[in-house]
């Protein structure tokens, strides 16, 4: 199993991962047959790309949460975020009181549902020994912002139980990093998925997000001070270049120095309307090179270990030309798996690159080439 690029499909290959469409229902289920029909119907739906299994790499990898557990959190989110939408923008008149009264209801409502899904997902994660992430969460641009905000919940939390936070503490990150970016519900939709770089102009109104949902949610009982701080915060760098505040590292909550790593490896790893996803390798190199500047240099340390920086499956290119697929991933050095060559488009010998210290990997490969296959 490995994610591909659509354009690198070819039709015959099996479909590994169910995909859902932005009302959560089945798209293309696992294990059907990729046609050129269907992987222009899944791109028509704005996914970029999606996990196969080939004659290459047919390992299953599971998912650190069940998949129904996901899409039912997914289901939630979306659900708080357009009801928070329009509550807002229908309470505009803000001198009728009934009218108030309503809509703080609505959204202490939508909280006890968020703060039971919650506890579901951190009790699910405590049962799990040695969590890793090998996944990379494939988003369609219709619910980008729900499915990221799951992800970053599911990537705080590994990082939080490695952190060895109290169970509350795990409730509090967990149902701040779900709603961290409910302030976007509150901006432009022409501005979210704008398929061009923002202007100076536009940036700074998306810039308001963080404000915009900490101000809309400050007042309920129903969600902690720290999940409140994590809204507010996810956008702050520990050297004080961040937004709302330009707070500094001493000033920044630790649930939101959380937060702000897996909100960057997320969005990073996800295909945007502007750019396309970074393979996890380069995303991990984004976050240890920005951290103390940009991260908490402890927390960066210890998330980039909980990443499979090349997940089993993947095809790779070494330096010496070599192309394999990951075979078996080592937990302790993250980019020196063993490796099983491909020679003449058949899988031949293991190399252990762990052994091997004069072979380094030096890409992803999303198809072995032509003069391989002959």
């Known amino acids: 199993m490995r994610l591909v690029p659509i354009h690198c499909i070819r039709p015959g290959n099996k479909l590994a991962r169910t995909v859902y469409d932005k009302?959560?229902?089945?798209?293309?289920?696992?294990?059907?047959?990729?046609?050129?029909?269907?992987?222009?119907?899944?791109?028509?739906?704005?996914?970029?790309?999606?996990?196969?299994?080939?004659?290459?790499?047919?390992?299953?990898?599971?998912?650190?949460?069940?998949?129904?557990?996901?899409?039912?959190?997914?289901?939630?989110?979306?659900?708080?975020?357009?009801?928070?939408?329009?509550?807002?923008?229908?309470?505009?008149?803000?001198?009728?009181?009934?009218?108030?009264?309503?809509?703080?209801?609505?959204?202490?409502?939508?909280m006890v549902t968020m703060n039971k899904i919650t506890q579901e997902i951190v009790d699910e994660l405590l049962t799990k020994k040695n969590l890793l992430i090998n996944l990379v969460d494939i988003?369609?641009?219709?619910?980008?912002?729900?499915?990221?905000?799951?992800?970053?919940?599911?990537?705080?939390?590994?990082?939080?139980?490695?952190?060895?936070l109290e169970h509350h503490q795990l409730y509090e990150l967990c149902t701040g990093a779900l709603?961290?970016?409910?302030?976007?519900?509150?901006?432009?939709?022409?501005?979210?998925?704008?398929?061009?770089?923002?202007?100076?102009?536009?940036?700074?109104?998306?810039?308001?997000?963080?404000?915009?949902?900490?101000?809309?949610?400050?007042?309920?009982?129903?969600?902690?001070?720290?999940?409140?701080?994590?809204?507010?915060?996810?956008?702050?760098?520990?050297?004080?270049?961040?937004?709302?505040?330009?707070?500094?590292?001493?000033?920044?909550?630790?649930?939101?120095?959380?937060?702000?790593?897996?909100?960057?490896?997320?969005?990073?790893?996800?295909?945007?309307?502007?750019?396309?996803?970074?393979?996890?390798?380069?995303?991990?190199?984004?976050l240890m090179g920005s951290a103390s500047r940009y991260f908490d240099t402890e927390m960066t340390t210890v998330f980039v270990r909980k990443i499979v920086v090349y997940p089993i499956g993947t095809i790779v290119k070494l330096s010496d030309a070599t192309i394999g697929i990951v075979k078996e991933t080592n937990p302790q050095l993250s980019l020196r798996p063993k490796i099983q060559k491909i020679e003449n488009g058949k899988k031949a010998g293991i190399i252990d690159l762990a052994t091997e210290t004069n072979v380094v990997i030096k890409g992803v490969q999303y198809d072995v080439p032509q003069a391989q296959s002959k």
């Open 23 to 110: 009302n959560g229902r089945i798209l293309l289920q696992q294990n059907v047959i990729l046609t050129q029909n269907l992987l222009e119907r899944v791109a028509t739906n704005g996914f970029n790309s999606l996990y196969i299994n080939d004659q290459y790499s047919e390992d299953e990898i599971e998912d650190v949460i069940k998949p129904e557990l996901r899409q039912k959190t997914i289901q939630a989110v979306k659900e708080s975020f357009d009801n928070f939408r329009s509550y807002y923008f229908r309470s505009k008149d803000t001198s009728v009181p009934l009218k108030q009264r309503i809509e703080l209801k609505a959204k202490n409502k939508y």
């Open 139 to 164: 988003k369609s641009l219709d619910t980008y912002t729900y499915q990221h905000s799951v992800n970053v919940a599911i990537l705080s939390l590994v990082l939080g139980i490695e952190l060895s």
């Open 179 to 286: 709603m961290h970016d409910i302030g976007k519900a509150f901006i432009e939709q022409d501005v979210l998925f704008k398929k061009k770089p923002l202007t100076q102009e536009e940036f700074s109104h998306l810039k308001e997000h963080p404000f915009k949902g900490y101000e809309y949610l400050k007042d309920l009982r129903d969600i902690k001070a720290a999940s409140k701080r994590i809204i507010l915060e996810h956008h702050e760098k520990v050297d004080g270049t961040g937004y709302p505040k330009g707070l500094t590292e001493k000033q920044i909550h630790p649930f939101s120095k959380i937060v702000a790593l897996a909100d960057a490896y997320d969005t990073l790893t996800s295909d945007q309307p502007y750019r396309k996803a970074l393979p996890p390798n380069e995303a991990i190199e984004f």
